[in-house]
């Protein structure tokens, strides 16, 4: 793919590839933090915090997900996700913070400079899991990647904001409409949106993670090409068996 490594059709395609390769251990991944997090949620402002730190979390080890399916590794363990995520979460927040406040400036400001900066730092959160960097030196990794391809990112990012939008849009209905007749509202309510966390924010992290390998190493396929079958998400692949 030299030359366009963002093309737009493609990276979907690829991102669409991930999503349904991975689709079991990328939904676990997610669901039981959501649904582990969820349970602590007192208030709207609880809620939110919990949220920020627990969807930092697992796109974190969504990146480590995808990086094993690149590299031809036997999948690790939720565990071992988690603990690898968690190891560069401080990181991977600070990074989100200082991103969230410049791209909140700069829209208060003016729409335009709030999107140029999310496009110079859609990859920060790849660079601070696969290449160890600290916050800031990860959003100035990701700008000077993603110099080149400005326009590129920017209908990647669109395409990824309508598609989870839309995604949101969709579960919260269907929730809403099964709570009005639930006997436990509150619960079903509670499970719909660890649900749709968990169905729809590996969507957004894998395509962010085919931006960067595009970006990185763009002759590279992002998956082997050899068939895989599904591991187990918990691990216990006995290598020894053969």
């Not at 690829?14 to 997090?37: C, E, H, M, P, Q």
């Not at 990794?141 to 993603?146: A, W």
């Not at 990185?216 to 050899?226: F, G, I, K, V, Y």
Request: proline letters at 5%.
């Amino acid at each position: 793919m030299p030359g366009k490594p963002l093309e737009i059709r493609s990276v979907l395609k690829d991102t669409s590839r991930l999503y349904r390769s991975l689709f079991l251990r990328s939904f676990l991944t997610g669901f039981i933090v959501f649904a582990v997090l969820g349970i602590f949620q007192r208030s709207p402002y609880l809620a939110a915090l919990i949220g920020f730190v627990g969807t930092t979390l697992v796109q974190g080890a969504l990146v480590e997900v995808v990086e094993d399916e690149h590299r031809g590794k036997a999948p690790r363990g939720l565990a071992d996700l988690y603990r690898s995520s968690g190891s560069r979460l401080g990181a991977m927040l600070w990074a989100s913070i200082l991103m969230g406040v410049g791209v909140a400036f700069g829209l208060v400001l003016f729409i335009v400079p709030g999107v140029l900066l999310a496009i110079r730092w859609a990859v920060a959160t790849p660079v601070v899991m696969l290449e160890g960097l600290s916050a800031r030196a990860a959003m100035r990794r990701s700008s000077e990647l993603v110099r080149e391809h400005r326009g590129e990112v920017f209908r990647v990012l669109l395409n990824i904001w309508v598609r989870t939008g839309l995604a949101w849009v969709v579960c919260s209905f269907v929730v809403g409409a099964l709570a009005a007749g639930a006997s436990h509202p509150a619960l079903t309510i509670w499970f719909g949106g660890v649900l749709a966390g968990a169905l729809v924010t590996p969507y957004a992290a894998h395509a962010l993670n085919v931006v960067y390998y595009r970006l990185t190493q763009p002759e590279q396929p992002l998956l082997p090409e050899r068939e895989r079958s599904w591991d187990s998400v918990w691990r216990e692949h006995d290598a020894a068996e053969s």
